[in-house]
């Protein structure tokens, strides 16, 4: 059985920072795409970055140059970064790893930012 566990998130005042980390079990990391979303309160899910297989990275514009997503094959692990944080930051944030054909998700993890 395919699990995701989020870990790292909290409280943070902004202008701080916050590193989400996801332990893949039950599967290799290898070979799948790692990403990480959010949902706002009375937000759509968001693609907030995500990572390949060779290291290219991709980001939503509004955490573009604050944000950095990472991968460790050997770890099973995928971590974001978050740095400048601000309160429009603040949702639940999902760990996934995706291959051609599934797509698992973490249980989500909570970023709080005030201002």
């Known amino acids: 059985q395919v699990q995701l566990v989020e870990s790292g998130g909290g409280f943070v005042q902004a202008g701080g920072s916050l590193r989400l980390s996801c332990l893949v079990s039950g599967t290799t990391l290898s070979g799948y795409v790692g990403g990480w979303y959010r949902r706002a309160p009375g937000k759509q899910r968001e693609l907030v970055g995500s990572i390949s297989e060779d290291g290219s990275t991709n980001y939503v514009d509004s955490v573009q140059g604050r944000f950095t997503i990472s991968r460790d094959n050997a770890k099973n692990t995928v971590s974001l970064q978050m740095n400048s944080l601000k309160p429009e930051d603040t949702a639940v944030y999902y760990c996934?790893?995706?291959?051609?054909?599934?797509?698992?998700w973490g249980q989500g993890t909570q970023v709080t930012v005030s201002s």
């Open positions: 996934n790893v995706q291959g051609l054909i599934v797509n698992y």
